[in-house]
């Protein structure tokens, strides 16, 4: 079985990650559905380069990959920073609170 350390040390010069199996053939209608319905980052409000982040990651609990309540839409740079903690081998388990905090303070200082 190919492990996440396998997969970083490997010489294919684009290795794609996808710790605890494959993915869900529903996965990308799950994913494109929810970016149509919040199409905006949860974190800063910004409507491009969106993601769909799980909260408790696909290789931790594979039976959440579609549950709506463990997916939330982030933009690309929120993602690694809010979901990740800028290292992709780390989760945020409190990601969903984190951004509702920062995006308050980001509208606030945004009116001010």
Known sequence: METFA???LSDDPNP???LGGAR???WDR???NLVKLHPYCLCCDLR???EVHHIIPFHIAPEREL???NLIVLCTVCHFL???FRNWTLYNPDVVADCERFRAKLRAA???
């Open 6 to 8: 396998s997969v970083l």
């Open 16 to 18: 794609i990650p996808i």
């Open 24 to 26: 869900s053939p529903q």
């Open 30 to 32: 799950v994913r494109d």
């Open 48 to 50: 491009r380069n969106l």
């Open 67 to 69: 549950d709506p309540s």
């Open 82 to 84: 809010f979901g990740h």
């Open 110 to 112: 945004r009116a001010a």
